[in-house]
């Protein structure tokens, strides 16, 4: 029963269901499982996303609460249907919590979808108490965080915050099959992104629950870690075209191989941050060159950049920096690269009362904490244009996500989850903000 109580120093407080958050973080961890690598592929608005996203609604449903699908996609869980508050609830502002269920490919089975189950458990707990708090619990499972079909990162959250008012263009994947279908298949519409917005002041504070993802929590010891500030990320989709040909009829001379000009951007990516150290990182994580055959000249190739520093000024002075760069490429190879900004996300502060509040639920249940940056960006950190955010990281075994051995201790995972009750709580009780 999810009533349990946990004694704490003799004071009583409410707990959360353990073996419960274990069970589904197993089931959940089935859905896109490869069994040859023991990764888990949950693309975006994939296939087997919408199987993760089914189960999601059908234990929130079987816990008698009520999932929601907005029109980017977004699963909001609330205890009850909405439009059924009481007239003085309805006005209450909502205490958010969640993460992403969609993967990266062959990633892990805890990256966004603890946070997301570990919200459901915290939601299903505080129902079941019938405690009456002054602001609503509701949880989110926010829609293609990763961006690893559609190459949208943030996008369910950065619809949440009204940012897809303008689309740079229609949203295809990056086989250039569009985002529509698969958006409508799971239970979106593309023409209605304008009514996912939250009102400004609807959301009293928004609580992320997520692994860390590196090594700082496990080399010191610390059980719990308290997010101060998230990496500013900017995430770009270049496509090059050139002109493709015969390999063995074509002279090196006069030609335009996309993908030799897309080598020297990869090469050019890595030396803003690894040699030039204009931001902390800078990653080409995916490239695909047409017609990507042996025998043929790449006549086009379509990459993506993800540049990051958690100082906005950093950022910006890389993503220019990688702009002049590619007219060089440009001139040198004879191609053409067209630059798409997927998105802008700038870096965000923990809000300080949230840090504390989380600080706090960590000392009553004796767990060591520390405070820490995030160089992983989150839902949070779009989430944080609407509410005060606070992020909870618990150990990432090795330091190590987005590979199929990312993993956590069950204690520190239950550990997470308690803390984000008694956050939770606190918030929702109103003596945090
Ligand atoms: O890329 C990230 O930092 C996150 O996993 N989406
Ligand atoms: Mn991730
Ligand atoms: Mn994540």
């Known amino acids: 029963m999810s009533d349990q109580v946990l004694e704490r120093g003799g004071q009583r407080t409410l707990d959360i269901d353990p073996g419960r958050l274990l069970r589904r973080i197993a089931e959940l961890a089935r859905i896109g499982a490869d069994p040859a690598t023991g990764g888990i592929t949950r693309e975006g608005f994939s296939a087997a996303d919408r199987a993760g996203r089914a189960y999601l609604m059908d234990q929130a449903r079987t816990a008698g609460l009520t999932p929601a699908v907005d029109a980017a996609g977004n699963i909001v869980i609330r205890a009850r249907p909405p439009g059924s508050d009481t007239p003085d609830s309805a006005e209450r502002q909502v205490l958010m919590m969640g993460s992403h269920l969609d993967t990266v490919v062959n990633g892990g089975r805890l990256d966004g979808a603890y946070g997301v189950l570990a919200a459901l458990e915290v939601l299903q707990t505080l129902t079941d108490s019938g405690r009456d708090t002054a602001c609503e619990p509701v949880a989110v499972a926010f829609a293609n965080e990763e961006g690893a079909l559609f190459p949208q990162p943030f996008w369910g959250s950065m619809a949440v915050a009204g940012r897809l008012a303008a689309l740079p263009r229609e949203p295809a994947d990056h086989h250039q099959r569009p985002l529509r279908e698969a958006l409508r298949l799971a239970g979106g519409d593309l023409d209605a992104l304008g009514s996912v917005c939250w009102p400004a002041g609807s959301i009293a504070a928004y609580l992320e629950l997520h692994i860390e993802q590196g090594p700082v929590l496990e080399r010191s010891g610390s059980r719990i870690g308290v997010v101060e500030a998230i990496t500013g990320r900017t995430v770009l989709t270049l496509d090059i075209r050139g002109s493709a040909g015969h390999c063995g009829t074509s002279p090196m001379t006069g030609r335009h191989d996309a993908l030799t000009a897309a080598a020297r951007v990869v090469l050019a990516t890595e030396h803003l941050a690894a040699e030039r150290r204009l931001c902390r990182v800078a990653t080409v994580g995916r490239l695909d060159a047409h017609p990507n055959t042996p025998n043929t000249i790449a006549g086009a190739v379509r990459l993506t950049v993800d540049l990051r520093d958690t100082d906005i000024w950093r950022l910006t002075g890389a993503e220019q920096a990688l702009r002049r760069m590619l007219r060089t490429v440009e001139t040198a190879t004879g191609t053409r690269i067209e630059v798409t900004a997927e998105t802008r996300s700038d870096p965000v502060r923990a809000d300080l009362r949230l840090r504390a509040a989380v600080a706090h639920a960590a000392d009553a249940l004796d767990l060591t904490h520390e405070a820490l940056p995030s160089?992983?960006?989150?839902?949070?950190?779009?989430?944080?244009?609407?509410?005060?955010?606070?992020?909870?990281?618990?150990?990432?075994?090795?330091?190590?996500?987005?590979?199929?051995?990312?993993d956590s201790r069950p204690e520190d995972l239950v550990a997470g989850a308690r803390v984000l009750l008694r956050t939770a709580l606190d918030v929702a009780d109103g003596t945090v903000l």
């Open 375 to 406: 160089g992983a960006g989150h839902d949070a950190q779009v989430v944080a244009d609407l509410a005060p955010i606070g992020m909870i990281f618990v150990p990432s075994l090795g330091g190590i996500s987005h590979v199929p051995e990312e």
